[in-house]
């Protein structure tokens, strides 16, 4: 098992910046491909980033592409969201999952999810 803590979070203005956290604890975190999400109020939770175990396979939405970079550095297992040229849309509570059944978009893949962090974007 793996436990996974977001941190990071705040209020930042748009087209500022901001780096998520995910530190996990427990089983080799190398082992674990990594995705962030993001849950809006009133909306579903969406898939944002991935990365693979070795971290060198990634994976975005379309919505961030070209503006947030997932990386992770295993010898300190923990994984990074940096988002850049934040937008008010981007306003959600951001989590990070761990899985080891295979890699994916889908939440059903992430068998080990974080409590989240809140990211709020004023325009």
């Known amino acids: 098992q793996v436990q996974l803590v977001e941190s990071g979070g705040g209020l930042v203005q748009a087209g500022g910046s901001l780096r998520l956290s995910c530190t996990a604890s427990?089983?080799?975190?190398?082992?674990?491909?990594i995705g962030w999400f993001r849950q809006a109020p009133g909306k579903e939770r969406e898939f944002v980033a991935l990365?693979?175990?070795?971290?060198?396979?990634?994976y975005y939405a379309d919505s961030v592409k070209g503006r947030f970079t997932i990386s992770r550095d295993n010898a300190k297992s923990t994984a990074y969201l940096q988002m850049n040229w934040l937008k008010p849309e981007d306003t959600a509570v951001y989590f990070c999952?761990?899985?080891?059944?295979?890699?994916?978009?889908?939440?059903?893949?992430?068998?080990?999810w974080g409590q989240g962090t809140h990211i709020t974007v004023s325009s």
């Open positions: 990365i693979s175990g070795s971290g060198g396979s990634t």
């Open positions: 999952a761990a899985s080891d059944l295979g890699t994916g978009t889908a939440r059903q893949f992430y068998n080990y």
């Open positions: 427990g089983r080799a975190f190398s082992t674990y491909n």
